[in-house]
């Protein structure tokens, strides 16, 4: 399996060593840097995709 690296990822601060790409339905992502290897538990994973499904429902509620 491949996995993204350092290149796609040019965004990010230089000491980041974890990341969360996280969809937002099927209109964006939440992108989430760590500064520590494997630092995100099973319970970091369920706050952040619950996140991003309330990000989801408020943005497409949103009206300009």
């Given at each position: 399996?491949?996995?993204?690296?350092?290149?796609?990822?040019?965004?990010?601060?230089?000491?980041?060593?974890?990341?969360?790409?996280?969809?937002?339905?099927?209109?964006?992502?939440?992108?989430?840097?760590?500064?520590?290897?494997?630092?995100?538990?099973?319970?970091?994973?369920?706050?952040?995709?619950?996140?991003?499904?309330?990000?989801?429902?408020?943005?497409?509620?949103?009206?300009l």
């Open positions: 399996k491949l996995y993204p690296g350092r290149i796609e990822f040019d965004y990010l601060p230089e000491n980041t060593q974890g990341v969360i790409c996280q969809p937002i339905s099927n209109q964006g992502a939440l992108i989430l840097g760590a500064n520590a290897p494997r630092s995100y538990t099973k319970q970091d994973e369920i706050w952040i995709e619950g996140i991003a499904d309330k990000l989801a429902h408020n943005l497409m509620n949103y009206e």
